[in-house]
T-cell receptor, first 109, second 116 residues
Framework: GQNIDQPTEMTATEGAIVQINCTYQ??????LFWYQQHAGEAPTFLSY????GLEEKGRFSSFLSRSKGYSYLLLKELQMKDSASYLC??????????FGAGTQVVVTP | KAGVTQTPRYLIKTRGQQVTLSCSPI?????VSWYQQTPGQGLQFLFEYFSETQRNKGNFPGRFSGRQFSNSRSEMNVSTLELGDSALYLC???????????????FGPGTRLTVL
């Protein structure tokens, strides 16, 4: 299996930085994806990692360590609109995504 | 480029009925995947179609089926609806869907199905 674990909820202040961790147990996968989902809306693609290391995209960065079975999504300069669920997903060799349960991020003023 | 579209956006059915949901992928995308999202189980993979063939299937009963047309549009069907089928059904498209390659999936807005 590919048990994917994420914290259920995180709270942070506007302007701060939040790091959402994702750990998994799997024998192999193509890539690790991060999606953002606002309540009642579809998931939107944020970032993905194939190789170990850090991928930066504006205020969002994602990191992967395959040897440690670990990834994180870093959200910088938090804005109120960043309040959403953040989903970690592993892609298998056929393109199937297996999602974690998601981390609800609450940004407070 | 237009995004992934799904119709209808909302649907109310009663137990025992069947339902068909439609998904139009991003132009040029040939792979369409379907997911079910519920508060209890999260996002779960249903199946994936590529070039009109089901290439991958999740752990759902046979009441859940799908197909893909030559223009890459896809439909999924749920027969003999149960209360537990109430969920947000999302489809996602990707460009090549080649095995062994990483391809970003883009999601449609979903169809909210309520079974009474």
């Amino acid at each position: 299996g590919q048990n994917i674990d994420q914290p259920t909820e995180m709270t942070a202040t506007e302007g701060a930085i939040v790091q959402i961790n994702c750990t998994y147990q799997t024998s192999g996968f193509n890539g690790l994806f991060w999606y953002q989902q606002h309540a009642g809306e579809a998931p939107t693609f944020l970032s993905y990692n194939v190789l170990d290391g850090l991928e930066e995209k504006g205020r969002f960065s994602s990191f992967l360590s395959r040897s440690k079975g670990y990834s994180y999504l870093l959200l910088k300069e938090l804005q109120m609109k960043d309040s959403a669920s953040y989903l970690c997903a592993l892609e298998d060799s056929w393109g199937k995504l297996q999602f974690g349960a998601g981390t609800q991020v609450v940004v407070t003023p | 480029k237009a995004g992934v579209t799904q119709t209808p956006r909302y649907l109310i059915k009663t137990r025992g009925q069947q339902v068909t949901l439609s998904c139009s992928p991003i132009s040029g995308h040939r792979s369409v995947s379907w997911y079910q999202q519920t508060p209890g189980q999260g996002l779960q993979f249903l199946f994936e179609y590529f070039s009109e063939t089901q290439r991958n299937k999740g752990n759902f009963p046979g009441r859940f089926s799908g197909r893909q047309f030559s223009n890459s549009r896809s439909e999924m069907n749920v027969s003999t609806l149960e209360l537990g089928d109430s969920a947000l059904y999302l489809c996602a498209s990707s460009s090549s869907g080649l095995a062994g390659t990483t391809d970003t999936q883009y999601f449609g807005p979903g169809t909210r199905l309520t079974v009474l």
